[in-house]
């Protein structure tokens, strides 16, 4: 089931050992516990016992790293060669406690369950035990269990273990799923063969008198609740290899459930005719189903050892050791952990498709088929759709593979007439997808699927369509980002998951469900004119990653390409392509430029030109950038976006132009002094004369009264420092401003104190009035990215800031006693990169600076700026997970840009050295423009 990926190396070719491997080792070991049948003493038993477990791991691990084994054969070995070494164990355990005959009491049977009784363990797995009698055990058949949990326990393995009667057996797992569950795998190990054989008997009786019913719901809850707390999608980037959606348990679930309904030990033992079942899985599925055991087996195998304990999920530092480990290397434009998590997230998904195919068809064969009947609508009936058990699915007399496009009527009918789709109609569509190739060029098909696209409750459809195969098929270009990841903290799904998230959001905005956190966005997207396009857009705003090169100009050619053929007309076309093209134009802007430039704001209104299109661009944007993961979006954000594109709008309504900078300014102060009105005239006209032209285009007129009123009292009070603090909620931030003496490296002392304070910059103005003063203001979070806002915090801020002014907080110290990222984090690579920027700005130079983030970071970059006799006039600070991305727009001493190649260099050089963890060498990556 899974496509084809190329270049992969096979890890199923493996064989096991030898089936004489394992009970080679049982002789030898009872031998020398029992000499001439007389158990050796206790610390001499550990001693050997030691060894034992030594050997045993140890040949596993050496045989599964030399690729000799595949991860099941390994799970499989090492579940045998413990066999041998627990019934040994147990025999030791029996002779020191005497034979239950001898005692007069009831024997028992050692029965393996859980994984460890499917025959299967994972190298730091618990080993599940089970001591099962007749009868309560005596005191002497507590003892050997005791003393061999003892044994287990010392030997440092983790073991879960039960003591039951037969009878106890069938009781606790008629009231717990849990326990029926790991009774299903029960397995003889050694004692009593028949106490085991009667349970055997009476478990089997169990389950066919409680049927299946209860088991499979007990058992669809769990995984449920399963995969809510580890990951309801298969595509998140750091996935639970176990027990999050498409890993193992999945598996093990349908095993579960086909061993309940029809006593299977294998899966391939569903295929054929004569198989339990009438054949509930073709030979492909059943070859599927084991490639996606094995796979998932080495993967986890690989996780064991890397980590040295029971690890189940794989995190960013672990993915690039096990992708090396199990052969990826670079192939074109993907490096080699990005095709290794390819490989995983393909077979996460191809995990979900099995458990859609096989799971209803385990139901319908144990508990009969459903109650088919007419849709009780003439148009459905017609359309070839019926009903049962209240949920669509495809009439019985229609032939999907000679009618390709029912499958999109069927879901377009399960949206519209508010039905849920019938499992069985899920396994249909899953073995029908490969025939929407011939739907590519079918102008009906292709208008139904744009239907559905941009109609109620979108990504839930869209997500069947993924998830089933059909897209993949529909639209080749969709089938390249199925499962690409970009190995960054940023990006919490892969692409297509990303895609389908971000098509909700849009829905959502339609819907006004985002109405508070977004609400320009919200408002906008129901006066647009071009509704189609834009969820079009959406959908193929990332198509071209992964292909090298700007995905942004290849996604427009796709689009191009794509659009015609989904019958949309050229200019709707060619706003979905212009979308694609643009699509990081509003983020990028917002977040890495000064809004408050002119230039900044006419540079965007001429690449946009229309109203209709930022109305489109700036709902794409914010659809996009929530979709991302659920700490990208906050309130600043929104804010900066908002405040974009409300000056950019002014601009296209004003045709074209802004008011001059002169009267701008004297329109700002004018609204400052008619807030002033209270404050005394010689007052009010100092402050009126402090500013420099840019400090007025800068703030709004509350923000400048505020000035005013905290200027005054400073003054009044020779005050030489005076900082303010006021929380703004609605923006998620908190604004701090302070006033005090300018002086070079300000701002880098700043930004220092708010690292130790433990704030995070998120945007700053720097001003210095015409008093020689500076009133530099900061916008900062904590760091879950709310405002920073704790009383005793702020109150701690304060006095950072003037104990860093003062020389008294000794900053690099301060700043290396803060708390490190987590050592997952630490694999992504985040190379330094600085690019210097003379043509964004009329006015300044703008220098981006790119690398990884890390406290204090912004206190080296500003040090590096000043120590070249620079000034920031702005700053805009900008995190994508690891990777912080700062932009400053500086002077120099003369108020000038930075053109001169010499001093270009030696800030370059400066900026890349800020940039490298303090024991990391730079590779930087440096351009100027």
């Not at 095709?339 to 508990?367: C, G, N, Q, S, Y």
Request: charged share 25%.
């Amino acid at each position: 089931m899974t496509a084809s990926l190329g270049h992969l190396p096979d890890i199923a070719a493996s064989a096991a050992p030898p089936p004489a491997e394992a009970p080679e080792v049982l002789p030898d070991l009872v031998a020398a516990l029992l000499p001439n049948g007389q158990p050796v003493p206790r610390d001499v038993a550990l001693g050997l016992l030691r060894r034992q477990l030594g050997r045993i791991q140890g040949r596993v691990q050496r045989a599964f790293e030399a690729h000799d084994l595949s991860g099941l054969a390994a799970a499989r070995w090492l579940a045998a060669l413990t066999d041998g070494m627990v019934s040994a164990i147990h025999g030791y355990a029996v002779a020191q406690a005497g034979t239950a005959a001898a005692r007069g009491e009831p024997s028992f049977a050692l029965i393996a369950t859980g994984g460890y009784g499917r025959g299967v363990l994972a190298p730091y797995s618990d080993i599940d035990l089970l001591f099962l009698s007749d009868a309560p055990l005596g005191a002497g058949g507590r003892r050997a269990v005791e003393y061999m949990l003892y044994l287990l326990w010392d030997l440092g393995l983790k073991v879960g273990h039960a003591t039951r009667s037969v009878a106890e057996c069938i009781e606790d797992a008629r009231g717990d799923a849990t326990i029926q569950t790991a009774l299903i795998d029960a397995r003889f190990l050694a004692g009593d063969r028949a106490v085991f054989e009667r349970f055997d008997a009476a478990f089997a009786e169990f389950r066919r008198a409680s049927g299946l019913a209860a088991f499979l719901a007990a058992k669809r809850a769990e995984r449920t609740t399963r995969h809510t707390r580890y990951g309801e999608s298969p595509f998140l980037v750091e996935p639970h290899v176990k027990e999050g959606r498409g890993g193992l348990r999945d598996l093990q679930t349908l095993y579960w459930l086909a061993r309940h309904a029809f006593g299977v030990q294998r899966m391939p033992e569903l295929v054929g005719p004569g198989s339990p079942g009438g054949g509930l899985l073709t030979p492909q599925e059943a070859r599927a189903i084991r490639r996606a055991w094995n796979f998932l087996w080495t993967v986890r195998f690989h996780l064991h050892y890397v980590t040295g304990r029971a690890e189940e999920r794989l995190t960013f530092d672990l993915q690039p050791v096990v992708g090396a480990r199990m052969g990826y290397t670079r192939h074109g434009v993907q490096d080699g952990v990005e095709r290794f998590m390819k490989h995983l997230f393909l077979t996460a998904r191809d995990v979900v498709r099995l458990t859609r195919l096989l799971e209803p068809a385990i139901e319908r064969a144990a508990l009969g088929p459903p109650a088919v009947v007419p849709a009780g609508d003439a148009a459905l009936s017609q359309a070839g759709m019926a009903l049962a058990d209240g949920k669509v699915l495809f009439s019985p007399d229609r032939n999907v593979a000679e009618d390709p496009a029912i499958m999109l009527r069927l879901v377009r009918a399960a949206r519209d007439r508010g039905f849920e789709i019938h499992p069985l109609a899920h396994r249909a569509l899953i073995r029908n997808a490969r025939f929407a190739v011939r739907l590519r060029d079918d102008p009906a098909a292709n208008a139904l699927f744009v239907d559905l696209l941009s109609g109620r409750d979108p990504a839930r459809w869209m997500r069947v369509l993924n998830e089933v195969g059909f897209l993949s098929r529909f639209m080749p270009d969709w089938a390249r980002i199925v499962g690409l990841m970009q190995f960054d903290t940023y990006h919490v799904f892969t692409v297509e998951e990303h895609t389908i998230e971000a098509i909700g959001v849009l829905a959502q905005l339609e819907r006004g469900d985002l109405a508070e956190v977004a609400p320009v966005a919200s408002e906008l997207v129901g006066q647009v004119q071009s509704r189609r396009a834009l969820y079009v857009a959406v959908m193929l705003h990332d198509i071209a990653k992964g292909r090298g090169g700007d995905h942004s100009e290849l996604g427009a050619q796709v689009a191009l390409d794509l659009c015609p053929r989904l019958g949309l007309a050229p200019e709707e076309t060619e706003t979905v392509s212009w979308l694609v093209l643009n699509h990081l134009l509003i983020s990028q802007t917002a977040f890495k430029r000064d809004i408050d430039d002119p230039k900044t704001i006419l540079d965007i209104a001429e690449t946009v030109q229309s109203p209709e299109r930022l109305r489109l661009l700036l709902v794409l944007t914010v659809a996009d950038m929530r979709a991302v993961g659920p700490k990208v979006w906050n309130g600043w954000k929104a804010t900066l976006l908002r405040e974009l594109y409300w000056r950019v709008a002014e601009v296209l309504a004003g045709g074209l132009s802004v008011p001059e900078r002169d009267t701008r300014v004297a329109r700002a102060r004018a609204a400052a002094a008619s807030l002033l009105g209270g404050m005394a005239k010689p007052d009010l006209d100092r402050f009126l004369s402090l500013g420099y032209p840019g400090y007025w285009l800068s703030f709004d007129p509350e923000t400048h009264a505020r000035h005013a009123m905290m200027i005054r009292e400073a003054e009044a009070e020779a005050a030489p420092l005076t900082v303010r603090t006021r929380v703004i909620e609605a923006r998620s931030v908190t604004e701090v401003t302070v006033y005090c003496t300018d002086h070079p490296g300000l701002f880098s002392r700043i930004a220092g104190a708010l690292a130790v304070a433990g704030a995070s910059i998120v945007d700053a103005r720097i001003h210095t009035m015409t008093n020689g003063m500076a009133l530099d203001t900061f916008w900062v979070q904590d760091a879950a990215g709310g405002a920073f806002d704790a009383p005793h915090r702020l109150a701690r801020l304060a006095v950072l800031i003037e104990q860093s002014l003062s020389g008294r907080l000794r900053l690099a110290e301060e700043i290396g006693k803060l708390r490190r990222e987590p050592a997952r984090l630490r694999a992504v690579t985040i190379p330094p990169r600085v690019v210097i920027d003379n043509h964004a700005s009329n006015t300044h130079t703008v220098i981006e600076v790119n690398g990884r983030d890390r406290p204090g970071l912004l206190h080296a970059v500003t040090a590096a700026i000043s120590d070249q006799g620079l000034q920031i006039a702005s700053a805009h600070i900008t995190t994508y997970g690891v990777r912080a991305v700062d932009v400053f727009y500086v002077k120099d001493v003369f108020g000038l840009k930075v053109e001169n190649e010499r001093k270009l260099a030696a800030l370059r050089a400066a900026l890349v050295g800020a940039l490298a963890a303090p024991d990391a060498a730079a590779d930087p990556a440096i351009r100027v423009v």
